[in-house]
């Protein structure tokens, strides 16, 4: 229903009702039972409930601009994660110490625990904002990239001082211990990053040999990533890391490997995984609000809401500062403020506390209040004020065009760039890209690919603009209205004019043997909109009528190859009617350009 | 140099880069010629190595009054073109972007323009896409003819909107190119980083 009442996202971010519904069936449950309502433990959250989120986070990823933005991106995150926990940790444990709070049983470790805890950020609802507001690339990334990784790194912290707690008790910690910690932080994430990109590799060359068995190719998509998290976790490596790790290679050969079925329910099945499995999380956040788990102490409450916002902010600002340094580009007060008030904490958190041993933590009640106070302040209050903050702070857009003509553009300035690059002696990361790219095509793509078919992302983007033409022409008729390329929403949807009288077999062969070779190509952001290509379904629709016209057109005995009358008053672009459908690759019909054709 | 110092303060650290660079690819001679750029490995493998090249020795870029390409160039004229590649400042006016802008522009412009007559054709622009496409070998030469004829289209459509019957799209002008452009952040993307790295630059 939410989705479906379209005014409604723009109000508030969907965890917020998943949160009221749970809550709402816990009162049920709590009112009839007076008993706690089920919850979840260890292994369910980590073995079943994050994996799929994980995993569609990371084969849905943009990876270009993801990539381009790396460095900004890992420095934010990692330092930023870090002096996050680090910063609340501490300063709750000074709070603490006030004795007049009635918490100077909570140890260091504890507070420092919790503080890893707390910076887990989710901030799922931030990027629909974002996504609906069509925020600059740059900006949309840096808080994309933080969620992606930031929920390995305090999953690793988070590990790491239940270690230390489960270690030393209440005892002293030596320096050697904290050294450990520290290397074992930087073992495990990239331990995982590195374990993941393996079983990429190993999932995509299996896919490579898949071809007359695709049914399974979802099923080793799915099963690889499962594994490389399970192993990983084996290992006390980063599961998340590796995870993500081994979607985002994964998909770059996969995708070029399996047959266009495969691929759909991939990604439907992923994004059904993930969603439910968030929506249960949600659930039960709902559900333990009510009951008896809750502890409620004033002082710690307050300032965790409170230090959860003050270092944020001061993170930002103070890792962005320095970030700008280095950036051609660098980031507006405006984006920081963006950025520090879309720390919405969600799923993982609550977990997280949820899943704290009860032995060691005589006061996890206290802290699971704490943290769903906190959730249900920044998913409620922050959730549904960011909206109208980004629109009203009017934060720089970013200018999305499906169009031949840019992409060709883009890509001249890509090559263009690098050229100057190498002509000045520079180095730059388009160095960089373009040697990866070669290396990538030399050796891994034939290894990895099946036949090397020419993905050029322009020859696909030509071919989605062929068949819309196609289609077009075959509804208009008459008069094609204008396609206004600065959005191709207008082409989608263009009503279904008259049909034209004929078409023929070719038509519909070329129709067909496109739609199995084109790929929606824009990324899906929001996890719950896949970007359906709309285009399939109208195609399928010609096909049908096209049928039907087939028999008007034998009647009729036309001859021209499109069918289109010579004397149809037709708004003929550039005198070449004929032109975008050659590219099937058939010889038979050469591209006859009319003596017109050269001067356009 | 003056024609820097209005613009930009491309810093003296950069020039002396550059001009590093120049001695490098000029083998300690006054100017380049074209051979000379065929001493930089890398570029072979630019698909659109041969514009860039030119690009360097069009007169239209070298703020000459002249048209047609130039033999040589010197160190000034270097400049000159890498002048097009600065990132924009912080402290600029719109007036200031405005122009910048359309410098930049100017100089794309002039690289698919080839034969100089201040248009794009549609021939033209099938060059630029061969070229674009060329280094990928499973690409039959029709299709890019195919793309360079739609993208064609759609310029057409964003420049002149509705046309009649008989009208028939000459080619893209500056104007139109422009207009293409408009929305598409080009200060961002068309700059060079001016990172340097010694030892990259002495490999050659």
Redesign the interface.
Known sequence: GFHLYHRLPRLMPESCILIAIGALVGVIIFASDHKSPPVMNTSIYFLYLLPPIILEEGYFMPTRPFFENIGSILWWSVPGALLNSFGIGLSLYGVCQIEAFGLSDLNLLQNLLFGSMISAVDPVAALVVFEEASVNEQLYMMIFGESLLNDGITVVLYNIFIAFIQMHKYEEIESIDVLAGFARFFVVGLGGVLFGVVFGFVSALMTRFTSNVSAIEPLLVFMFSYLSYLSAETLYISGILAMTACAVTMKKYVEENVSQNSYTTIKYFMKMLSSVSETLIFVFMGVSTVGKNHEWNWAFISFTLLLCLIWRTLSVFALFYITNKFRTYPFTFKDQLIISYSGLRGASSFSLAFLLPDNLFPRKKLFITATLVVIYFTVYIQGITIGPLVRYLDVKKTNKKESINEEIHVRLMDHLKAGIEDICGHWSHYQLRDKFKKFDNKYLKKILIREHQPKSRIVSLYKKMEIKLAIEMAESGVKMSKPSTTSSQSRRNQPVQRLSPADVESMRDVLAHNLYQVRQRAPTYNRHNLCTYTNEKQAQEILIRQQHSFRQSCRKGNSLPWGRQANTAEVRYLSLPQGPGQLSGRKARRVTFTGKGSAL | LSAFSPHSPVTSEQIE??HR?FK??SRDQLTIRKEN?DS?P??E?????GK?VHAFFDKRNLRQESDGLADEINFEDFLTI?SY?R?IEMNMDEEQLDRFRKEKLKF?FH?YDSDHDGKI???EYRN??EE??SG?P???K??A???A??????????CV?????DQ????ITFDDFLK??Q????E??????????ET??HC?
């Open positions: 880069h550059l660079r490098q690819l750029f930089i890398d570029l493998f630019n698909p659109i190595r860039i890498m590649f990132p794309l690289m054709t549609l021939q630029v896409v674009l496409l990928n499973h690409l039959e029709e299709s003819r195919s793309i004829d739609g993208a064609m289209m759609e310029a057409a459509s964003i909107g509705q046309m009649g019957p028939v799209y000459e080619g293409m452009w929305g598409i952040d080009i961002t993307k068309m700059h060079v980083r001016f990172l340097t790295m990259i630059a050659y």
